[in-house]
Nanobody
Framework: FQLQSCGGCLVQPGGSLRLSCKFSEGSSDYFAIGWFRQAPEKERAFISHITKVTGGTYYADSAKGRFILSRDNAKNTVILQMNSLKPEDTAVYYC???????????????WGQGTQVTVSS
C-alpha cells in the first residue's frame, strides 16, 4: 500500500484535506481498507473503513459528519476526504487492509508509511 500525502498536509482549523491510499492490483486478499491516526503519545485510533466488494463504510464518532471515505476501483485507490478539520485532528494518518469488519488496529496489515497532518492557525 502506498499512502499519498497531501503535500505538507498543513491546514487551518475549519479547512479540508484529502488523503489517498493506493494499493497494488494484486492485493486481493482483503475485506476492507481502513484509516487510522496516531497523535503524539497516544495509541493508534480507528477513523473509518470501506469494504472492497460493496463499498460500505463505517466511521468512528470522531469522523462522522466531517470525514468521507470513498474508493476509486479503476485506480485501486481509497480516498479520505477530511472537512471541518480541528486542531485535535493533528496526527500521523495511516491506511491499512483487513480481512474482517473491524476497528481494531491489530487486525489490519499492509500498513502504509503514514503521513503527518497538522491542523493549526
Amino acid at each position: 500500500f502506498q499512502l499519498q500525502s497531501c503535500g505538507g498536509c498543513l491546514v487551518q482549523p475549519g479547512g479540508s484535506l484529502r488523503l489517498s491510499c493506493k494499493f497494488s492490483e494484486g492485493s486481493s486478499d482483503y475485506f476492507a481498507i481502513g484509516w487510522f491516526r496516531q497523535a503524539p503519545e497516544k495509541e493508534r485510533a480507528f477513523i473509518s473503513h470501506i469494504t472492497k466488494v460493496t463499498g460500505g463504510t463505517y466511521y468512528a464518532d470522531s469522523a462522522k459528519g466531517r470525514f468521507i471515505l470513498s474508493r476509486d476501483n479503476a485506480k485501486n485507490t481509497v480516498i479520505l476526504q477530511m472537512n471541518s478539520l480541528k486542531p485535535e485532528d493533528t496526527a500521523v494518518y495511516y491506511c491499512a487492509a483487513t480481512n474482517m469488519a473491524t476497528i481494531m488496529a491489530d487486525e489490519y496489515h499492509y500498513w502504509g508509511q503514514g503521513t503527518q497532518v497538522t491542523v493549526s492557525s
